[in-house]
């Protein structure tokens, strides 16, 4: 494929690059523990009471990457790539309610947590129309491929993942989302190889924060606080 190599390069060389900061948010204790069997209910309960109010956040972020899409983007495919995703979230939402009262967790009453608040206001920050769409979408691609990565390994072959995790596990690890994924990553390659230095470098910097946020953000369900 034409200019392939190089368009895959970006992403792949930034993930050998920094592997081992990519490796503590997609193989985590939290999720490793899903996958081996051994998690604690309550520290699952506490992630889906914060994920809930995260993903409330990840709304209006892809509102404002599809309006950034839609201003700038050199491919028109790009809006309907978005606006699937932003299908999906709305499936997402309900299903995170229906999840809430199967486990007996009060999303009403569940309280942020900081790291979930700094995750909220930086998404937030990503927002603003200074920020470019080719470093908000490659923000977007590494959100959306850290729970895709985490919960597919919680499938894969030798998992032990308890009967009734395994939806939350499917929702994020089946092979549409992995798909979805690899498309969203095919658009951040695409526009980072048309980019100047500063934005690459930009673009860089917000990946490595989303994975130090996922990481926190995993820590999250050991409940210390
Ligand atoms: C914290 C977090 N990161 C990524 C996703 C993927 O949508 C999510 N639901 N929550």
């Not at 392939?4 to 204790?29: G, V």
């Not at 229906?98 to 790291?115: I, N």
Request: aromatic share 12%; proline share 3%.
């Amino acid at each position: 494929m034409e200019g392939c190599n190089k368009e895959m390069l970006m992403i792949q060389k930034w993930l050998n690059q920094h592997n081992e900061l990519y490796t503590s948010a997609t193989r985590h204790p939290f999720t490793l523990s899903i996958r081996d069997g051994s998690v604690d209910l309550s520290a699952f309960k506490r992630w889906l009471g914060q994920d809930y109010i995260f993903v409330r956040a990840f709304v209006p972020f892809v509102a404002s990457l599809l309006l950034k899409a839609w201003k700038e983007s050199d491919d028109d495919s790009d809006i309907e790539v978005i606006l699937g995703g932003m299908a999906a979230l709305n499936d997402e939402v309900s299903w995170f309610k229906r999840e809430a009262s199967k486990w007996s967790v009060s999303l009403s009453s569940t309280v942020p947590q900081k790291t979930n608040l700094e995750y909220c206001r930086f998404l937030e920050s990503l927002m603003s129309p200074e920020v470019d769409y080719t470093v908000a979408v490659t923000a977007f691609w590494a959100i959306e491929a850290v729970y895709q990565e985490s919960y597919a390994h919680c499938l894969s072959d030798g998992s032990k993942t308890p009967e009734e995790l395994k939806e939350t596990c499917q929702r994020w690890g089946n092979d549409g989302f992995g798909q979805y994924c690899h498309t969203l990553q095919n658009i951040a390659n695409r526009r980072l190889e048309k980019s100047p230095e500063d934005i690459i470098s930009k673009a860089e910097a917000t990946v490595m924060r989303v994975l130090e946020y996922e990481v926190e953000f995993w820590n999250m369900s050991r409940g210390e606080t």
